[in-house]
């Protein structure tokens, strides 16, 4: 075999060796499924393996409207799980009505603690710039020590 | 993390080594008298070159040297191969105006610090032998002179803080005090023994009177053998037992304020921890045989025309990282954090540690101190200044070797804090949606005291990001151990401060206490003049020395 830097060196042949390897590596990454890398360091999250936690459902309800722009998506929904999302949802909209009405209610009878302390600190700043200082300056007042040092 | 003791020796360790017998006594003593020593010096030299005029302005960063230094040189003479450890338990920290804690910067400092008529000073130091602490802190006030004397007396907040700290630490030693003899408590406390709250109530309505607050980080609390606080925020100390104060005790005072026709259940109690002993609560008895220091500071209102929360700030060294703050200063005191072992790479570094811990152990410490003769003050003026100089020189290894021990956690910097004024008006405009949940790290805190406001729901995060609306308040500080020694005469030994070398300063505060209280600290005080019907106090007295500038030129040691 002729040297790397050899006069007689086979340049077209290696070159198309190389090619053709290139070439074949591309069509077998083509057929075959690459294996993933099992760690999101590596690659993006939806790549990764999956891990045992992931949920396994198909749709997931996260409480999210879907974005505003639509994604072209391949994923199909059987007609019986949309029938279900869209139940959840309903019930899921109920719920919240009525959790907030509940909480308006509460509310309407009691003020929150906090909101009794706020007042509290409000009402104390008032009289300060109303009155000032609850502690008045004396005519007298204190003197301590003797003129040294 | 704590560490696996066998119970046996964390009886000796514990309960054992802290009986107040002779031994013990007078090692506190010892210590006791250094201390005054030392800031009897330190004043000293301030009053030369501030007051007097005899020589040149000493800068901040040579007074922290010229008393460490100073200090040392005591301790060298004393229990000469008897204890295993002894040193510096705080190192001098001079804090002018609104620095509170740990300002001490290093020799090579290239800054000018110089103190400006007007300046309230607050001295700091302590020394430990055998782990038997003393630490005292003293506020001076830097007047402007005439004939060699003051012109005038301070006016204003801080004399209103001066007075208000001074009576509250002469009442409160009266009243720990009275832990000897209960009978002699006064009548209107209406208590038969004297508790935390009782400590607090005292304390509270002393600073009120004055229109003062009581600063977060005010402590009174029982000192033992190795456990005298210097390592708070780092290590949690088991039995802690003491009055502490923080941003918490001041919204409930504003509470109390506004608290006129609806009743409002505030919760007074720190949150509980899994180490609940740990967690400071006013549920406590004075006992006689226990070491206590008083360590009260304060800040006046009177100048102010706004209501808030005084908290205090962590001082770095980044400039620019908040758009407001001009001062910027590294931290210089460090204190090795036990729990943490390494393997380290640089020589220097671990020649470092070594030292930090067979010479310092649980103490805190500077770099000034590490591999380097410090100044003998014994020696002339001129002679000092050299070694000065030539000590400016050595402080680059050291920082090369603090900087592996500091990155790997093997040892803390104590934060430089300022006192800030936050309006109340801001923190309870502030939208907060997270509630209390946030802790700032950086800020060291007894645990169950990590959130300032609890009530109002405001995280130490939360504050931390409301500085910016507040500004900077000048406090005062006056610390002092003593000792309620129950065993044979019944006598109150006061290690420090004192009339003798915390001299009061010349003030004069527009407030004055109310009849009632005025009667009871009357009658406290009293009982403190009085030994055969009061109580026997006792102040430890400083060595006596000759002293020209800043050499000493003679000693007497008894």
Known sequence: MAGRNAINKPKIKMLAQSHAKSLGKKRANRRTIATRSSTSRYAEKHLTAPRPTDSKAVALFTGQTPSPVSIMTTTTLSNKRA????????YL??????????KEEDEEIQPSKLENIKKTLW?????????????KPDSEGTTLGIQSF | MSLAIHQDDADILLKQKNILNEDNLEKYRVAGQITQTGLQYLISLINNSYHLKTTAKISVQDLCLLSDSFLFKLLNKQYVNKVIEKGISHPTTINVNELINGFAPEIDDEREFY???????????????DGYTSQVSHTIVIYPTENNKPTG??????????????????SVIALLGCSLNPEKLPQNLQSSKITGSLIRNLVDSIADQFNCIVLPGSKIRRIRRFLAGQAEGIVAERDFKGVVWDESHQEIRLLKQGNTTQDLIVSEKPQSTNNSSAVPNDEFFIE?????QIDLKMSGLSNLNEIGIITTDEIDQFSGKNNKQDFNSKSSIFIRDFAITHQLKLKTARKMLGEVDKKFSVYPFKLDYIGNELIDNEKSQQEINEQIAKLKQSMKSNRLGASELINRHLIKSKPIQITKFVPLKE??????????HGIDLSKPVLPGMEIPLPNIGISSIKLKSLLKTGF???????????????????????LNGGEQTANINWIHSNYKLNQDLQDTINYLIQLTKDKRFGINLKTINPYKLKQQNASVESMQID
């Open chain 2, 153 to 170: 007396p301070l006016l204003g907040n801080n004399a209103d803080a001066i007075c208000a700290c001074h009576i509250a630490i002469e």
């Open chain 2, 472 to 494: 900077n308040i000048s406090n005062v500080r006056e610390s002092t151990t003593i000792i309620i020694n129950n065993n044979n005469n019944n006598e109150v030994l006061r």
């Open chain 2, 115 to 129: 103190f400006k008529e007007g300046d309230v000073v607050t001295l700091s130091l302590g020394v430990q032998i």
């Open chain 1, 93 to 102: 909209q109920s719920k919240l009505d009525e959790d907030l009405k509940m």
């Open chain 2, 427 to 436: 923190i309870l405009l502030t939208s907060n949606p997270t509630g209390k």
């Open chain 2, 288 to 292: 006689p045989g226990e070491v206590y």
């Open chain 1, 83 to 90: 029938k279900k999302i869209a139940r959840n949802q309903k």
């Open chain 1, 123 to 135: 009402k104390v700043i008032e009289n300060y710039e109303q009155f000032g200082y609850q502690i």
